[in-house]
């Protein structure tokens, strides 16, 4: 089975951009819908934005306008540029399949990426 490894965060400056990626050894990825979670500390993690295997989009209303996921299946990745970042985006950053990729039972997360926004 695939692993999950997000990367790309860092610190950035408030209406700073970013753009993170998610890639999967087991290529999984390309034949799966797929989101970007986000959990901010003390908070639960939440869907931000979600791409369908023909590339059809969601996001979260709070992030809307300003992220853009997109994927690239023939390098099995995923990305979620982000423009005009808010300190209310600090959070790691996580992708995962839809549904959420299950290992023996559990659900399997990867490490995440940090994103910290300054004010």
């Known amino acids: 089975q695939g692993q999950l490894v997000e990367s790309g965060g860092g610190l950035v400056q408030a209406g700073g951009s970013l753009r993170i990626s998610c890639t999967d050894s087991?290529?999984?990825?390309?034949?799966?819908?797929v989101a970007w979670h986000r959990q901010a500390p003390g908070k639960q993690r939440e869907v931000v934005a979600s791409i369908t295997a023909g590339a059809s989009t969601n996001y979260a209303a709070s992030v809307k306008g300003r992220f853009t996921i997109s994927r690239d299946n023939a390098k099995n990745t995923v990305f979620l540029q982000m423009y005009d970042l808010k300190p209310e985006d600090t959070a790691v950053y996580y992708c995962?399949?839809?549904?959420?990729?299950?290992?023996?039972?559990?659900?399997?997360w990867g490490k995440g990426t940090l994103v910290t926004v300054s004010s």
């Open positions: 995962n399949t839809l549904p959420i990729m299950t290992i023996n039972g559990k659900q399997y």
């Open positions: 087991g290529n999984i990825l390309a034949s799966n819908s």
